[in-house]
């Protein structure tokens, strides 16, 4: 609970810490965070919802640019309390690297100022041989 005195958080972690280590004895150091509601991390619910706002927003950077093919593999997830997203963009494998680097880097861009809970975007780009 957020109303919760240090003393009190640090007394239920260790309470808890107590008891892992009674069902798990083999466990040699448990690291507990105190963390408050408003910053938990997000529910599976709520990853999925943006799992799929992303994905029409793909489709909608497909139609905007012409040299993707497509996108795939698309993660949702958080690392660390923070929401991360990595994606595989398949495009012409004749574009040059220097067009690849920065059509990745406006995408990743873009999707970012689209969905400005991301802590980080990541697109994985590929020809269409290699899908």
Do not use: M, W, Y
């Amino acid at each position: 609970a957020e109303n919760l005195s240090l003393r009190q958080a640090h007394t239920l972690a260790s309470r808890i810490e107590q008891e892992v280590r009674q069902e798990l004895p083999e466990i040699d150091t448990i690291n507990t965070h105190i963390e408050t509601h408003l910053a938990a991390v997000a529910t599976a619910d709520r990853l999925q919802e943006l799992a799929s706002a992303l994905q029409l927003h793909l489709a909608d950077l497909c139609r905007e640019f012409p040299e993707v093919q497509g996108f795939h593999d698309l993660q949702v997830r958080t690392v660390e309390g923070q929401v991360v997203v990595s994606c595989h963009c398949v495009l012409d494998g004749t574009l040059p690297v220097t067009r690849v680097h920065d059509l990745t880097t406006e995408l990743e861009l873009r999707i970012k100022q689209r969905f400005p809970q991301l802590f980080r975007a990541t697109i994985h780009c590929e020809p269409p041989e290699a899908h």
